[in-house]
């Protein structure tokens, strides 16, 4: 069996149909939803939810993952940075949380996916909360669970968990909880080397492949999957060695000709994923 390629339609602009085109012309069939019609996709009512899928279904498109943004959060007297929360809040009553674990699950379920993202609270100095004793953190793994879902934590550098010791403490202490591993946040935050992705890789169960070249400023230049300074050479073979067979989904986040990175990205992906990529 072969690992996947995976393309969130939203790269392209929020007419979803726009990037499933593109998905086709590349020959990728795996669909990462996030956004849609310039809402989170947790925000979007039922119906267009249904609309979503059936422009998948049409195209025979089958949605990998709903890139959900729980724990993207902190509390409303908290004040985080600057943060990419795609279209969704991030200051969030606690009393409101659990529904919107619900509606995650719910809205999975409208795409017909199984995996949802999560992530691990926003770090915001002294105000900063705990992710792996939350309480909502077992009430969305039973809930989950019974759905027939699994969550998966995304190493986010601007959230709590985003190395590789809290990640495995928080990983071992829920074992319904696997690990929606970007590389290149992996990268970020100084463990973007073989032995990091080896001791992380048997809790892998969806990959997200982003590349960048460091500025002079501190910010970023995000280039297609390849071009940059992410070591990729070194870290896919380490990962496809422990698990063979994953979903790899491109997240370019290049502004200028999208298209073209998300093209050379996946041309990049299928010849550097040992075996390669359906």
Known sequence: MQGIIVLNPDELGQDPA?????????????????????????????????????????RVLRVAALASPLWKWCRPEAVPGKVDCFGFPTQVPAEDRERWV????????????????????????????????????????EAAKRAGVRLLLENEPVCTVAEPAPLLDVLREHTGLALWLDLGNLYEVGYGTAEAVEVLAPYVEYVHVKDYVPCDDGMKQFVAAGAGDVPYADLLPVLHRVRPVLPYALETHVRESPGDALTRGAMFLRGAVPGGLA
């Open 18 to 58: 726009v990037g499933m085109d593109v998905a086709l012309s590349l020959g990728v069939g795996h669909l990462e939803i996030r956004t849609a019609y310039g809402s989170n996709a947790l925000a979007l009512d039922d119906e267009q939810l249904r609309g979503v899928r059936r422009l998948a279904d049409e």
């Open 102 to 141: 619900d509606r995650a699950l719910a809205v999975a379920d409208i795409l017909g996916t199984d995996r949802v993202r999560v992530f691990s609270h926003l770090s915001v100095g002294e105000q900063t909360e705990t992710f792996r004793d939350d309480p909502l953190l077992t009430y969305a793994l």
